[in-house]
């Protein structure tokens, strides 16, 4: 088992919907939980973080945390051609700092 | 709010050269640092962090270096470069905010050894 897995996509919604971007865990002690994007060819922006159970929002996205499932998801309302990108999904595991794991990635399609 | 240099942007190199890739941090003061690698199609893997000058931990034996000289520069090197080193190189820096740590990432180098 990954200890990030995500969904490789592609995922495609029209313009103007909700995309849902999902990550599930395996490590239970994992404290923080990182969105990030990255557009073709450039490096990961981050997007938001989340680390206590429920919802943040920020703007069109929000992060959605779930510890007791081990998922953490994120939406876009009104999806714009522009968010098309990979979203990568970073969960931390501390093993004397703080390590980054990240899954592969969900590539997003948005179709004007 | 801090910035984070990398240089070259891309680079091509032939099997067995040598390879020193540089990232700077400006903004900020002993920060914790990472080099990652990112091979085409694949996820983002953690080579090395370093928490101070000439503080260097690997994560994955390789035949990849790290070295900080300096409070805000790492640098990666290989003596004898291997096809499978080709990739995206990316440094990240480290920001603590309520005792949570965040990483953000510099704009990498794309190194492609032929």
């Known amino acids: 088992q990954k200890e990030v897995e995500q969904n490789s996509g592609p995922l495609s919604v029209p313009e103007g919907a909700i995309a849902s971007l999902n990550c599930t865990y395996s490590?239970?002690?994992?404290?923080?939980f990182f969105w990030y994007r990255q557009y073709s060819g450039k490096s990961p922006e981050l997007i938001m973080s989340?680390?206590?159970?429920g919802d943040k929002e920020d703007g069109r996205f929000t992060a959605q945390l779930n510890k007791a499932s081990q998922y953490v998801s994120l939406l876009i309302r009104d999806s714009q051609p522009s968010d098309s990108a990979t979203y990568l999904c970073?969960?931390?595991?501390?093993?004397?700092?703080?390590?980054?794991?990240f899954g592969t990635g969900t590539r997003l399609l948005v179709s004007p | 709010s801090q910035t984070i240099h990398q240089w070259p942007a891309t680079l091509v190199q032939p099997v067995g050269s040598p390879l020193s890739l540089e990232c700077t941090v400006e903004?900020?003061?002993?920060?914790?640092l990472y080099w990652y690698r990112q091979a085409a199609g694949r996820g983002l893997q953690l080579l090395f962090y370093?928490?101070?000058?000439?503080?260097i931990s690997s994560e994955v034996p390789q035949n990849l270096s790290a070295s900080r000289p300096q409070d805000r520069q790492f640098i990666l090197s290989s003596k004898k470069l291997l096809l499978s080193d080709s990739g995206f190189y990316l440094c990240?820096?480290?920001?603590?905010?309520?005792?949570?740590?965040?990483?953000?990432f510099g704009p990498g180098t794309r190194l492609l050894v032929l």
């Open positions: 970073a969960v931390n595991r501390y093993t004397g700092f703080q390590k980054l794991v």
């Open positions: 490590d239970r002690g994992s404290q923080s």
């Open positions: 989340i680390y206590s159970n």
């Open positions: 903004g900020t003061s002993n920060p914790n």
């Open positions: 370093s928490v101070g000058i000439g503080q």
């Open positions: 990240a820096c480290a920001r603590t905010s309520g005792g949570h740590e965040t990483q953000y």
